[in-house]
């Protein structure tokens, strides 16, 4: 497709168990991007992308959260050890060359 | 820190009513300012975007201006439709973070006949 792709759209997950959510960003988007938005508290950015440079992880709310990017391009954003607080949905986007950024429509997390 | 001040929500107006919806920024620079809508259901759109002072952006009937001097980018439409219900944020783009959007807290619109 032309847009940015998440998978899953929705994930309901044990607490303590680990979830990996996927992004697949616009063909020839070198930037890419994860926040997360929870109820009440707007978009929290997360990890950023850029082509092969090392990511900037400063987002990232603990230790039981990571991402990697494989080929530039296919971005997976794991966390381990689900906690009920980690329940948000999971937006990731990326930038074109005219530095506009997309989003996907998100991964809706919800650990029980 | 770069941040983005917006009014909060509910905001429900009737239809053909005007719109406005405030957001104030604080950062260093001269930051990109942009304006994004949340449909029920569906992800985030870019709706307008400004560059630079005195840029006015303008989409769907939506219009905002980069103020440098009030430090604003207000959202405006002068007749909304039961269509325009969503959630609205505004963003700024600074110079950190690989050009990451620092987004206020949305503002929920509901639009009815």
């Known amino acids: 497709g032309a847009g940015v792709s998440q998978s899953p759209s929705n994930k309901v997950t044990e607490k303590g168990k680990d979830v990996e959510l996927r992004c697949d960003p616009i063909s020839g988007h070198t930037a890419l991007y994860w926040y997360r938005q929870s109820l009440g508290q707007g978009l929290e950015f997360l990890i950023y992308?850029?082509?092969?440079?090392?990511?900037?992880k400063s987002g990232l709310p603990s230790d039981r959260f990571s991402a990697e990017r494989t080929g530039g391009s296919v971005s997976t954003l794991t966390i381990q050890r689900t906690q009920q607080e980690d329940s948000a949905v999971y937006l990731c986007?990326?930038?074109?060359?005219?530095?506009?950024?997309?989003f996907g429509e998100g991964s809706w997390l919800t650990v029980v | 820190g770069d941040s983005v001040t917006q009014m909060e929500g509910p905001v429900t107006l009737s239809e053909e009513a005007f719109l406005t919806i405030n957001c104030t920024y604080t950062a260093t620079g001269y930051p990109s300012l942009f304006w994004y809508v949340q449909y029920p259901g569906e992800g985030l759109q870019l709706l307008l975007k400004?560059?630079?002072?005195?840029d006015k952006g303008s989409n769907k009937g939506f219009e905002a201006t980069y103020r440098k001097e009030t430090t604003s980018f207000h959202l405006e439409k002068g007749s909304v439709q039961v269509s325009d219900s969503a959630v609205y944020f505004c963003a700024l783009r600074g110079f950190n973070s690989g050009y990451a959007l620092n987004f206020g807290k949305g503002t929920s619109l509901l639009v009815t006949p």
């Open positions: 992308f850029q082509g092969n440079s090392a990511p900037d």
């Open positions: 986007a990326s930038r074109s060359e005219g530095n506009t950024i997309y």
């Open positions: 400004a560059t630079k002072a005195d």
